[in-house]
């Protein structure tokens, strides 16, 4: 009988640490947080713009979670972005976002080309916690528009 109760007990610890790496969802899976952000090199040339950010799943590029905000041209970080629950255990993922900066033209609120509309994507390794990036402007544009409009 002891042999039967520490086994249930373990398998309860188990299960108990389990949950406490991360916050489960109604599906079962363990999810984590993630935290993304601009840091201050975006103020100056995007300071005021709006700025859409988009977590794909690399297996299939379907999309986890989106949201946008406006780009500070005086607070460090420039933006950030909280996604409580969003990534699954395991899973590689994508932070694909764009600046809708319509520099030479474009169209306000839609992703336009590179050139035009800033856009980048970071790819990441599958989380085992949560997950805080900060990102810096850069010049090293992709092209994430698929994921947009």
Sequence with gaps: ???????????????????????????????????????????????????????????????????????????????SFTFPNTLPAGVAYDVDYFIDSNFGGGTVGACDPPATDHQWSESQLPATGDVTITESHNANFGDVCANFN
Excluded: W
């Design 1 to 79: 009988m002891k042999r039967i109760s520490f086994g249930i007990a373990l398998f309860a610890g188990v299960l108990l640490a389990a949950g406490a790496c991360g916050d489960d969802d109604p599906t079962g899976l363990v999810t984590y947080q993630l935290t993304f952000s601009g840091d201050a090199s975006f103020q100056g040339p995007h300071g005021g713009q709006n700025v859409y950010v988009a977590i794909v799943r690399d297996s299939d590029d379907f999309i986890l979670a989106e949201q946008s905000g406006v780009v500070s041209a005086t607070a460090d970080p420039s933006f």
